[in-house]
């Protein structure tokens, strides 16, 4: 008797905890990240392997599907991470950040190389180069905060005078020229340091990550930033400045450009300026919205937009690695992003757990009419 | 005072009004003394490698000194060319030079320029309007750089062809020329297969993703065909993370196509196989053509494919755009 009861406790527990785990913003993109994961593994367990290889510096690197898609990720985890603020603060999103990902990635050829589009030696030292495109992102963030902030445009509308212009500043930036940096040591940002096996842009991201982490914790930004997003006016008469807060969230979506840009270029020493990047704001957007957060702004999940980046990003991957039809992957991307985005509305999942607690007391209800 | 500054306002429109019609006029009746005027409508110079030295090209050869007055018009977008081909004929240009942003919807203005006594030279993109409309047409045979560029793999004579393919965006013409040639190839030959074929739409990054898929899964593959050279950058970038060796002489060859001068210096030192060019230099013809009449409709530019085991440095500076 007391066995059964314990039973029954322990199971009431278990469903409490199932129960609360749905109702977690993490549930959708852990639930996805789950799904692919499974996916592969039924598929193609050899998905999953990974081997230490020498590279063609002859150092030991890490080498497989997994470690492709953390390394790819990380510009998307970084951008997720400014646009998170963003979409809390200002209710709105973004859709410059693939050009001025162009401009951030012209910036730092534009100091390494100066004038000439070919140098044989770098012409200012790599952190010079990055703090410059930092400040120059961030500046361009600032311009678009300003006009969300001070101007009451759209974020979408000011935004895309920017995704306009971005590109073609971009290329003035170099004066129309494709510079090449042949400087070996350019490329660890985006490739591999020698002698550590897992590629640069993984321990970016992840600084990044314990950055924001850090500044949620320490300061204010989380709960201003929601407020902001919730009710502007309400949270002026509590004394916070949602103009500030707005111009504050941009500014941090434009140094996160920055870091995310100065990757790209590192990765392949060059840059396309129509072409750099191209649709990453989708993708950041769509990483934002998978990790269950309101896109018209107030709470937000940071932890959530960044897991929801890498599920993007191992989508791609797979989506690769089965050879889908050139001509049909953005059907199947898609596909796949309709039913997560649908699944992890706040709505929608409002309705189904309402759904299930109907099941759970019908359930209850005919138990008690048999007894 | 309100209506005395509407009035001051709407006088002041007016004036403006009849001022710019002055000028307008006094563009049009001015003649220009002796030399030909073109208007020019080509993209945007941004948009590629390709359309940045195409642009440079044409502003090198139509200008003073050649006999020229050129002005010039850039859009995307074809409405908007459209319109700056309607202000072309009314400050009437003796020749208009279009390379259109779409196929659609320039019988109109084309008709008005006939009228006009105008005439008309595409280059780089035809267009779908009915031939008497144009003086002539300009363009690259996309079908024609695949076929040299396939024949050139055929005659490497390797024991088995394993491809990875990367495609341009799907659908541009340059992706349809590209594609269909090594497609034909590879369904004719029992040789030959295709290890990946997939889109990166002219993306480097896109294209390091797909060759390193196909590195993950352990496939062996000996050529990389990409679509254009930044592509084949991409992949070239996978390729040297996973210590796989590249270029003449080694374990896979790396096509490009576009003839960038960074590629044609990856040519030059080994790291990469071949490059087909794509012809920017359109405005040769164009001023032959002008100064001594179209003989044909159609004209097909010449292209070359380059070989890393032949290629000079001359070759890297007169043909890298």
Known sequence: MTKNVKFKESMKAVKAFLIRMVQNQLFIPLAALLFLVLFNIVVDPSFFRISLEPSSEGYPVLSGYLITIIDNASELAILAIGMTLVTAASGGQDISVGSTIAIAGSVVLRVLCGTDSRPETLKAPIIVAFLVCVIVSALFGAFNGVLVAYFKIQPMVATLILFTAGRSIAAWINNNELPVINDPSFGYYGNFIPGIPLPTPVFIAAACMALIALVLKVTNLRLYAQSVGINPSSSRLNGINPQTIKLISFIILGICVAVAGFIKVSRLSTINYSVVAKDIEMDVILAVALGGNALSGGKFNMTASIIGAYVIQFLTTTLFKFKVNSAAISAYKAVVVIILVVLSAPYVRKKLVEFRKKIVSHKVKVRKEVA | ?321
């Not at chain 2, 390729?239 to 210096?265: P, R, T």
């Open chain 2, 1 to 321: 005072m309100k209506k005395f500054v509407k009035i001051l306002v709407s006088s002041v429109l007016v004036g403006a009004m009849a001022l710019s019609m002055c000028a307008c006029n006094a563009a049009g009746k001015k003649k220009s003394n002796g030399k030909i005027k073109v208007g020019i409508i080509n993209n945007d110079p941004n948009e590629s490698g390709y359309r940045t030295a195409n642009d440079k090209d044409m502003k090198a050869t139509f200008t003073e000194a050649n006999g020229y007055e050129a002005s010039f018009a850039y859009s995307l977008k074809n409405d908007e060319q459209i319109a700056a081909a309607q202000k072309f004929i009314q400050d009437e240009v003796d020749y208009l030079l279009i390379s259109a942003a779409a196929t659609t919807g320039w019988d109109g203005v084309l008709e008005q320029a006939k009228k006009a006594g105008i005439k008309v030279i595409l280059f780089d993109r035809t267009i779908d309007a009915s031939e008497d409309l144009y003086e002539a047409s300009i363009v690259s045979d996309m079908a024609k750089e695949g076929d040299t560029a396939v024949s050139w793999l055929a005659s490497q004579n390797l024991p088995e062809y394993k491809v990875i393919h990367i495609q341009g965006v799907m659908g541009s013409s340059a992706q349809i020329g590209r594609s269909d040639a090594l497609n034909k190839k590879v369904a004719a030959e029992s040789n030959w297969s295709i290890v990946q074929q997939q889109t990166a739409e002219w993306n480097a990054e896109t294209a390091q993703q797909i060759v390193q898929a196909v590195i993950d899964s352990g496939e062996k593959f000996n050529v990389i065909y990409a679509e254009n050279d930044d592509m084949a950058k991409g992949a070239v970038q996978a390729l040297d993370k996973a210590n796989i060796s590249h270029g003449v002489g080694k374990d896979v060859i790396v096509m490009g196509f576009d003839c960038n001068k960074w590629a044609l210096e990856e040519l030059l030192a080994g790291n990469w196989n071949y490059d087909g060019q794509c012809n920017p230099f359109q405005a040769s013809y164009i001023n032959d053509i002008i100064k001594n009449g179209a003989k044909q409709k159609t004209v097909i530019m010449e292209e070359k494919g380059f070989d890393a085991s032949t290629i000079t440095k001359d070759d890297v500076d007169k043909y890298g755009i």
